[in-house]
């Protein structure tokens, strides 16, 4: 029960950064801006990446926890 | 993918997630995990890639290069009504095309040309928010223009590869292929944007 918490607390890490960078993306997008380009990259792109990786990475824990 | 239609996804991966967070124990069953693995995996990426691919294309188009108030200048010589004028000839006469008109001549032909080109934008954008900027004067090209840009689409054509001036001399056409003979710097086609005339040009209205 403890770690299905634990991996419950991490997908919700892992999209909440994965919510904000693909809204950073959507005005990133919809902003016609040269700066909209290095917003994309730079925070979207990382909050995407960082999100994705928390996922992965409670994915390992997970399997890790129930051996 | 138009802008629209990315806009609507990365939105729609938005929601899935959101649903995920509110309800992280849906994950337990298995479609709940195959849901998990799409918006927490798959769809961010896909999302991120082709963003991406939008963001490269708007960065080619002439509106974008225009933006940044130091190429105004650059941008009205493109509607100087004369001829003689290199950039403004094929802009309005469409031998490049109008909506890449400055990505079109001042990208690089070259393998591995388009990288250099994009992480020299990107020095733009930096020096353009965080450094100064030159005054619109002050830019020059990093390097002399190559004839490449300009064979690009004109080698082989009958206009240059016929023309009378080009022909004149059996040196010339080999000497402008080799790069040797610059196309814009040897009193030929040297008139590009000379923004320092702009006061004095005559423009060309561009109807809708």
Redesign the interface.
Known sequence: MAS?NS???R??I???L??L???I??L???W???????I??AI??SL?GV??LV??LSLVSASADNR | MP?FA??IL??F??VL??V??VR??I??SRAGKIL?FG???FL??F??VA??E??MQ??EST??CL??HVMEPYGKSLHIDDPAYLAGAHYQNHRVPADEACYTCHTDYAMFGTLKVKLSG?R??YI??LGTPPAPQNIKLYQPFNNRECLHCHLGARSFEEGVVHTADPATLPAIKANKLSCVSSGCHDVVHDIAHLNDAKFWKETD
Do not use: D, W
Request: net charge positive.
């Open positions: 299905a991996l419950e607390k997908l919700q892992a999209g909440t994965l919510i960078g693909l809204l993306e959507a990133c997008l919809l016609k801006a040269p700066i909209a380009f290095i994309f990259v979207g792109g995407l999100g994705v996922y992965l | 802008t990315i806009v990365v939105l991966s938005a997630a959101g995920v967070v992280p124990a994950t337990m998990a918006v927490f995996f961010p990426l999302s991120l963003g991406m939008n963001q708007r960065s509106a974008f933006s940044c990107l733009h954008v353009y928010y």
